[in-house]
């Protein structure tokens, strides 16, 4: 009687302790309280020390959480599990898998701690955490052997750990086994696939899934944007508001890079109304997703009076902002904002020296060139990367410096790539170099042995130059590989939708009306007799 009569006290008082830890604000007002619970002598109360553990991961604090765990003799699943989601949430997978097998070493006796469905999760997550393979198919033979197996939460666990670490078939079929699947687990599937680049396969799983999410949406559009499918990416963003689902923030940041590449100005102009009207341009990525599809859809000043409106930027803005001038050939204004930058004391990265130096570039700026070239590594610690070098090979070979372009390629700490020897022959096209121009076109055969445009770029040097023995031997080696000229291609963006056209390709079903079009412009253009136009006009409608 006297021990009921003790429980229920020790009842009462980590009763009187629970609202008090559910409100600690901090660790400071934690560890106060903890000093009343060591005074109370009710340190070593799992119950206790599991609310103090759960504090802790709040506040990432899982140093002080072992402390707490460790002070307790006999800790219950409870509090396992609690010091088990401390390390799976503060990413400190390795102590989490720890704690499970000191669980396990407690799961026979007389008072067995077992494994459950609230430990399953956290730890199948850490074993994903730290991409271990054979360690989680360990666990997920427990799962079915302590009876947690047709939880979903811990099904689902299964599948994101099977996905990350690229075992598919595997998490093909905890998903097919699954007695009842949700959102998590269609779009764990799809997410995998699509990071992979398989969109087929991710697609297939998306058409299945009955009740798709905004996540679900945003995975296709994002995935088909990322392996340079621009024109699905646009037609599933017009899909997921056909059927009610309004775009989020993460949406929009997904569709807009497809916008910029396909020059879907108005689709463009439409999310960034769309973003102002939803309060989306307080984020910063959209803003930056929003700068570069102008940028790149040829409308800068737009692209530069969102970045001017914008209460707050980040090294991307500056950067984007950077490079987009510079491609549209406004190198002084390029290098005014980079001063800019600096006095708001945002450190560039590897990107706004990449717009930096395309400005000098385009503005045959050499000295500023190389200056800025120079203090990427002494003033920024930034090492050039291949891309630096390009621009700076760029710039060197535009004010005709090609003998020293040269050198700087020999000097290169990494491997040219073609881009790099094709701005180099390029140069010495502009400049009548055939010299130099032999020594890029040798490296480009070896780097890109089937590129025609290299071998048309020579062609024409030997043109130039009056050297039509070098023409025809060009054309010579081109007809014995068997070479043939990529077909040009356009796009056309009308009514938001974007129309793409190869040349020779006739497979679009109005090709004949364009034809048609296409032969009234010409008969007008030799002032044909007006009826006659009239009368193509009406054949065609």
Wanted: charged share 25%.
């Amino acid at each position: 009687m006297a021990g009921k009569l003790r429980a229920l006290k020790i009842r009462e008082m980590e009763d009187m302790f629970v609202p008090i830890l559910k409100n600690c604000p901090n660790m400071v007002e934690l560890k106060k309280i903890h000093a009343h619970i060591v005074k109370f002598s009710l340190s070593e109360s799992s119950f206790l020390v599991t609310k103090m553990v759960d504090v802790c991961n709040h506040h990432g604090e899982t140093e002080y959480a072992n402390l707490l765990f460790k002070r307790v003799v006999g800790p219950n699943s409870f509090l396992y599990n609690a010091m088990i989601r401390a390390y799976k949430h503060n990413r400190v997978y390795i102590l989490a898998i720890t704690v499970y097998k000191e669980m396990l070493g407690h799961s026979h006796g007389e008072n067995p701690i077992i494994p459950d469905k609230f430990t399953f999760p956290f730890v199948v997550k850490s074993c994903a955490g730290i991409m271990c393979y054979d360690l989680g198919k360990q666990v997920h033979g427990h799962v079915i052997k302590f009876g947690a197996k047709f939880n979903t939460v811990t099904e689902n666990s299964l599948v994101e750990m099977y996905v990350k670490c690229d075992k598919f078939n595997d998490a093909h079929r905890v998903f097919e086994e699954m007695t009842e699947r949700d959102a998590v687990s269609w779009n764990t599937l799809i997410s995998g696939h699509v990071r992979l680049g398989q969109m087929r396969r991710a697609r297939a799983i998306f058409e299945e899934m009955e009740d798709k999410t905004i996540f679900s949406w945003t995975a296709i559009i994002s995935g088909y944007a990322r392996i340079g499918s621009y024109a699905d990416a646009l037609e599933f963003f017009r899909k997921m508001q056909m059927v009610g689902i309004e775009p989020d923030e993460i949406s929009l940041v997904s569709v807009l890079p497809a916008c910029a590449q396909l020059g879907a100005l108005e689709l463009g102009k439409w999310i960034h109304i769309y973003a102002d009207k939803s309060g989306f341009l307080r984020n910063i990525c959209v803003c930056n997703a929003l700068i570069e599809m102008y940028a790149k859809c040829g409308s800068i000043d737009q692209g530069r009076s969102l970045f001017d409106e914008m209460n707050e930027r980040d090294v991307i803005s500056w950067s984007t902002m950077i490079v987009g001038l510079a491609n549209h050939g406004r190198a002084r204004e390029a290098i005014e904002l980079f001063e800019e930058m600096q006095e708001a004391k945002i450190e560039p990265n590897i990107i706004t020296f990449v717009g930096l130096l395309s400005a000098c570039a385009h503005a045959g700026l050499l000295n500023e060139g190389m200056r800025y070239f120079e203090s990427m590594k002494s003033d920024y610690n930034i090492e050039p990367g291949v891309e630096h070098y390009g621009c700076l090979v760029n710039l060197l070979g535009l004010s005709g410096r090609l003998d020293q372009a040269l050198q700087l390629i020999k000097k290169m700490p990494m491997k040219p790539d073609s881009a790099i020897w094709g701005s180099l022959l390029s140069s010495c096209r502009t400049h009548g170099n055939l010299g130099i121009s032999a020594t890029a076109m040798e490296h480009l055969i070896e780097l890109e042995p089937d590129d025609t445009g290299n071998y048309v770029l020579l062609s024409n040097l030997y043109a130039d130059l009056g050297r039509w023995d070098g023409v025809s031997r060009m054309r010579k080696l081109m007809r014995s590989r068997s070479m043939k000229k990529t077909p040009g291609c356009s796009s056309i963006e009308v009514d938001n939708v974007v129309q793409e056209f190869a040349s020779g390709d006739d497979t679009k079903p109005f090709s004949e009306a364009i034809h048609k079009v296409l032969k009234l412009l010409v008969m007008h253009h030799s002032r044909i007799d007006e009826d006659i136009i009239q009368f193509m006009i009406h054949d065609i409608s």
